[in-house]
């Protein structure tokens, strides 16, 4: 099945899906503002798994493998609605090459290719980092990154991170991305449907610049 009409048919499954609903919901939907922590931050708000989700069980900070593009670094902060930090929690991460594709996928001509995917445990400070690069986009998503956090065997939160809109459109103007700007809007994305508080409360902080690359930063806080 063409990757359009895969996407399509799951927006159209997750209106019709109550646990999907349900999941949908609980980013606030715009109408419900996100949790906040003790010292006033946002409890991170959810984004529904997706279809590309594999548990390969690859435990590395730098993920990009033979992808080229330009470099990323991800910093992630764990902690609790407490503001301390959680060690040993498990932040597993994936996401599209910058063609928008993803390894792994028969969809994708991808099987048994494993870039662009995997995990690191949060140190004492509830910290860990990953070395990737920029992502790319695709058809009815903003651009975005994957991750689960789990704590033991149970998974807190599933979600996804988006880059500054900025930031986005300087890596896209560069050769390096063929395809050129992310034209997909935030009613347009099939998972946030418009949600404007939650990709505000998920976008990260981003430093740096196409030739030397980014760094983004990310805290993420669960009940």
Known sequence: MERDEFLKNLAIT??????????CKATSSGNQQPAVTDCGANVTPPVPEGPFYIDEQLN??????????IPLTLLFTVEDVH?????????DIWHCDKEGKYSDEAAENTVGQKWLRGYQATDANGRCSFQTIFPGWYNRRLTHIHGKVKVGNVTKQTTNFFIPKTVEEAAYATPLYGKGKNPVTLDEDIELRGDKKSYE?????????????????FTVVFV
Do not use: Y
Not at 14 to 23: G, Q, Y
Not at 60 to 69: Q, Y
Not at 204 to 209: A, H, P
């Open 83 to 91: 503001c301390k930090p959680i060690p040993n929690a498990i932040v």
């Open 60 to 69: 590395r900070s730098n993920i990009a493998e033979d992808r080229t593009g």
């Open 14 to 23: 997750a209106t019709s899906i109550p646990l999907l609903l349900s999941a």
């Open 201 to 217: 409360a998920l976008t990260m902080s981003v430093t740096g610049n196409v030739a030397s690359g980014f760094i983004a930063s």
